[in-house]
């Protein structure tokens, strides 16, 4: 028996969250990167305070906190920003994922720890994990999703997509991909079989 770490990726609008909240449901513990990058640039905190200090008091609203869609108007349109953004919160992030990692490692022998990361590839955190799944939808359905869900324009949620690696690379890549194009309920089958799987291994 051992602490098995496994990867789950996927392209904005995929329903990655979706898929990691079965795997959890299953016996799976989370470990978050949208959860953590929340935490490090919270009110206060080092994470945001170099923000201010790349982005300026423009990307703060009127509490003080981060206005994250003032901050996303200015990534994703320019790769320059977007790599000093990274730059600074990468490592705050990256060593976070590890403590908690860590935490249920001593907790417990027998574990499977799924890191929930959007930016696996695109941060090279792949080689911090055994195996990587894969959410994935087309792309075409991804605009409508994106557009749909955030309220976009189609150039709004295009520029999002193309400030990631492209899901079809993403594919390639992975150790295993769960199609999450249909219905919820071939979704579930395929996590399923998928975490059969993981357990067996892990036993």
């Known amino acids: 028996m051992f602490v098995l770490v496994i990867g789950l990726t996927g392209g904005i609008a995929t329903g990655k969250s979706t898929v990691s909240k079965m795997f959890q449901e299953r016996g799976a513990k ?9 935490l490090v640039v919270e009110p206060e905190t080092e ?15 009127s509490k003080g906190q981060l206005n994250r869609r003032a901050l ?6 320019d790769p320059h ?3 000093r953004l990274n730059a600074i919160l990468h490592p705050l992030i990256r ?5 908690q990692t860590a935490e249920f490692q001593s907790e417990d022998t027998e574990e499977v720890i799924i890191w929930d990361v959007p930016l696996l590839f695109e941060s090279g955190l792949t080689q911090l994990v055994e195996k ?13 999703r994106l557009m749909e869900r955030d309220q976009l324009t189609e150039l709004e949620a295009k ?4 400030a990631q690696l492209s899901i079809e690379e993403k594919k390639k ?31």
């Open 30 to 38: 989370i470990i978050d990167a949208d959860q953590i990058a929340r």
């Open 95 to 99: 060593a976070e994922m590890k403590r």
């Open 81 to 83: 920003a977007r790599q």
């Open 173 to 203: 890549m992975a150790d295993f991909v769960i199609d999450n194009s249909h219905l919820v309920f071939h979704t579930e089958r395929q996590v399923d079989k998928l975490w059969n799987y993981l357990a067996l291994k892990n036993g």
């Open 132 to 144: 990587v799944i894969v959410v994935y939808i087309p792309e075409a359905l991804q605009i409508v």
């Open 47 to 61: 994470g945001l305070q170099q923000v201010i200090a790349t982005f300026g008091v423009e990307v703060l609203d």
């Open 72 to 77: 996303g108007d200015i990534i994703f349109h």
């Open 159 to 162: 520029a999002r997509l193309h």
